[in-house]
């Protein structure tokens, strides 16, 4: 049995962290996070790949031990009182396998046996969570023939199985279009609405301004930023300039740019410098580009957006980040190639049934 100490604080929190810690040999997937997520609240934990976002929900749903540290969720230790965790929340894993001969409703049904919900129950829970995501329709196929967007609302449905106070989502709606991603966003908001606790992990910087109360931002497995997304962007304080010039011309301009205020990542082929003055320094910018005998292509104002706080943070601007020009992200400031911008491993992707 759990020890629900009165006299710890933390207790309160649905999701509590403190140096957690997770090395694999030399590598320090998750180097000391401390995380306090507050009951009710949407939190949002960002980071370019490989950063140990998924590490680090593992060890929250108690599927990896942490390496040291500690960590309780609903008021339970992960470690030492991991049944009593795993009654209480919901996860649906990044990678989560999933048996592609098997129908929605039969892994539903499934799961609600796992879960010991009582078998004059589990049609109707199955049935009704099926609805909630918008698959009634498909309960009885394979999930083997659902469309990725299909099978991560299944996901969903499965980790709800059990009506979970803290829900743990893994980059949920990773590969999704946009319709499909703004009803999952959608169904996050009525579980939130409805008193659930949920962290989830992303790519998408503007799901995580949308959705999230909070966000954390993790890079090389610590946490770089924290906090509501409207105060992380007011730290950034300045706009972005973007221009484009002939690839000839970039060195020349960067140099110019340099004198306005700090370089940004930017798409490749751009240039993004903070304006130190804000925006009355266009015009000059304009000019000294002019005098030095450049032509600006292109050029924009971009007040500061989390994708800002998160290239201040990180060095590294996330693929599909807004991108004016449509180019590939995840350059350096300096116009090299980020050297984690790679994209992501098959291994990686949340396997499509085969
Ligand atoms: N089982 C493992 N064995 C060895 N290294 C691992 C293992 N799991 C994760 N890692 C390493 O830990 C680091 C963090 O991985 P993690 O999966 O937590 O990143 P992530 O932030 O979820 O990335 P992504 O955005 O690609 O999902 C990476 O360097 C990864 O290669
Ligand atoms: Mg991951």
New binding site residues.
């Given amino acids: 049995m759990a020890v629900m100490s009165a006299t710890n604080p933390n207790n309160d929190y649905p999701i509590y962290a403190e140096g957690l810690m997770r090395h ?2 030399d ?1 320090k ?2 180097d000391g996070v401390d995380l306090q997520v507050n009951a009710g609240e949407v939190f949002g934990f960002l ?10 929900v593992r060890m929250l749903t108690t599927l990896l031990r942490p390496t040291a540290g500690v960590a309780r969720v609903a008021g339970f230790d992960v470690v030492k009182d991991a049944d009593q965790v795993r009654r209480r929340i919901g996860v649906a894993l ?1 990678d989560a396998a999933i048996d592609p001969l098997m129908t929605g409703h039969e892994l539903l049904a499934l799961q609600a046996v796992l879960y010991g919900i009582p078998k004059a129950k589990v049609r109707d829970r199955s049935r009704e969570l099926l609805e909630r995501v918008g698959l009634t329709g498909a309960a009885d196929r394979r999930v083997g023939t659902y469309s990725g967007g299909m099978r991560r609302r299944l996901d969903l449905a499965l980790s709800l199985i059990h009506q979970p106070t803290v829900l743990f989502l ?2 949920p709606t990773t590969g999704l279009d946009p319709m499909s991603r703004l009803a999952l966003w959608e169904e996050v908001r009525r579980l939130n609405a409805e008193g659930t606790t949920v962290l989830l ?1 992303t ?1 998408y910087l503007e799901e995580a301004d949308q959705l999230a109360d909070r966000i954390a931002i ?1 890079d090389h ?1 610590k946490i770089v930023r924290q906090g509501e997304p409207r105060e992380l962007k007011a730290q950034v304080g300045a706009p972005t300039l973007v221009i484009t010039v002939p690839g000839g011309q970039l060195d020349q301009a960067r140099e110019v740019l340099r004198s306005f205020g700090e370089l940004r990542p930017t798409a490749e082929g751009s240039l993004g410098v903070g304006l130190s003055a804000g925006a009355e320094a266009v015009p000059a910018v304009v000019r000294s580009l002019d005098d030095a005998g450049m032509q600006v292509q292109h050029l924009e104002l971009n007040e500061p957006s989390l994708d800002d706080v998160f290239a201040e943070a990180t060095g590294y601007r996330l693929e599909g980040a807004a991108s004016a020009s449509g180019l590939p992200q995840a350059q350096g400031a300096e116009g090299g190639t980020g050297k984690r911008g790679r994209k ?1 491993g098959a291994n ?1 992707t949340a396997s499509g049934a085969a």
């Fill in positions: 694999f040999g590598v997937a998750v980071g370019p790949n490989g950063a140990g976002k998924s590490t680090t990044q893994d980059e992990t790519q993790i497995g992501r990686e």
